[in-house]
């Protein structure tokens, strides 16, 4: 399926300019930028003839100055708690099992690794269901 870049640039007199670079003189503008997808497919569409739905759209939006900065850094930083939660919660999973083949109890695994009892139990069930 191919993709589409959309590049969505804030204009001072409060659009967003958007363009496609794949499509030279794809131009549209947008309010907000939750309206981009449906105006870019609209573009494509006549610049095209593909259909929305054939092909699938990857959008950069840019705020220029201080403000854009502190909105890309939050998303990165929100980017990066996603990805360590995710790896977080893998070494989890994998301590309840190794402390669980140790020997231990369901609620002294669950302890050792900060979760519940339950949570403990549901790890485990899931490991077993998996392994076998």
Request: charged residues 25%; contains cysteine.
């Amino acid at each position: 399926m191919k993709t589409y870049t959309v590049q969505c640039e804030w204009d001072p007199t409060g659009w967003w300019v958007v363009t496609v670079p794949e499509l030279p003189g794809a131009i549209s503008q947008a309010r907000r930028l939750d309206q981009v997808p449906g105006d870019v497919a609209e573009v494509i569409e006549l610049m095209t003839g593909e259909k929305h739905g054939t092909y699938t759209l990857a959008t950069e939006a840019l705020y220029p100055g201080v403000a854009g900065a502190v909105a890309r850094e939050a998303v990165a930083l929100r980017q990066q708690a996603e990805e360590i939660k995710s790896a977080a919660s893998d070494a989890v999973r994998n301590a309840v099992i190794a402390l669980r083949r140790e020997g231990l109890t369901l609620r002294d695994a669950a302890a050792l690794t900060g979760i519940s009892y339950q949570r403990a139990q549901q790890i485990e069930r899931s490991a077993l269901k998996h392994a076998g």
